[in-house]
């Protein structure tokens, strides 16, 4: 099992920054690639970006593609989420979610956190 915990979310006014962060618990966190997904109200629960369990390897969705930036560091469990020139389209529950492999299908991963709110107003 793998316990994930996000937190950093809040509400930022349109142009401003926020960095989430996601921190693992009961396994071997370096064996696990690490995602973040988003889920508007209504909205189907979307892909954000995912890293391989090195951290070598990111993908990224195109529509946050260049403004947000996802990292790792193993030695403190963690995966983070910068991310700058936010819209009020990116206003969603963000989810942290790890499995062995990486995705960008939500059944791509085993393991998820209980998400954290970003609003972006305008």
């Known amino acids: 099992q793998v316990q994930l915990v996000e937190s950093g979310g809040g509400l930022v006014q349109a142009g401003g920054s926020l960095r989430l962060s996601c921190a693992a618990s009961?396994?071997?966190?370096?064996?696990?690639?690490m995602a973040w997904f988003r889920q508007a109200p209504g909205k189907e629960r979307e892909f954000v970006s995912a890293?391989?369990?090195?951290?070598?390897?990111?993908t990224y969705a195109e529509s946050v593609k260049g403004r947000f930036t996802i990292s790792r560091d193993n030695a403190k469990n963690t995966v983070y989420l910068q991310m700058n020139s936010l819209t009020t389209e990116d206003t969603a529950v963000y989810y942290c979610?790890?499995?062995?492999?990486?995705?960008?299908?939500?059944?791509?991963?085993?393991?998820w956190g209980q998400g954290t709110q970003v609003t972006v107003s305008s």
């Open positions: 009961g396994r071997t966190f370096s064996d696990y690639a």
């Open positions: 890293i391989s369990w090195s951290g070598r390897y990111t």
């Open positions: 979610a790890a499995d062995r492999t990486m995705g960008s299908r939500p059944t791509s991963y085993a393991y």
